[in-house]
Nanobody, 124 residues
């Protein structure tokens, strides 16, 4: 199983980008998929995830939108109103389990599959 992340790039403050995470050879239709990010010198942090529910980090709520295309085994992250603080490498993550505990969505160690990361840089 591979998670292929794409869509990162350089964007000015206030702009938009859409990240994609395509799962090859595996469908997570009943599992959990999400995005984490890691800024330079910082720990990896939760961004958004979808499973039994959809959750967003407070820092992106109202600006980022998560969606899935089951037919394409792809997870999307629409990022609007980008800020310099959004600059990071974004990783998609997935697990076959449908998390039934809210806190599990936020914990990177709960996800078994990880993509290679895509860099998002937001200039001021």
């Amino acid at each position: 199983v591979q998670l292929q992340a794409s869509g990162g790039g350089l964007m000015q403050t206030g702009g938009s980008l859409r990240l994609s995470c395509r799962a090859s050879a595996h469908a997570f239709s009943r599992g959990t998929m999400g995005w984490f990010r890691q800024a330079p010198g910082k720990e990896r942090e939760f961004v958004a995830a979808d499973g039994r529910g959809t959750y967003y980090a407070e820092s992106v709520k109202g600006r980022f939108i998560l969606s899935r295309d089951g037919a394409k085994n792809t997870l999307y992250l629409q990022m609007n109103s980008l800020k310099p603080s959004d600059t990071a490498v974004y990783y998609c993550a997935a697990d076959d389990r449908s998390f039934n505990v809210r806190d599990y969505f936020f914990q990177a160690e709960r996800y078994f599959y990880w993509g290679q990361g895509t860099l998002v840089t937001v200039s001021s």
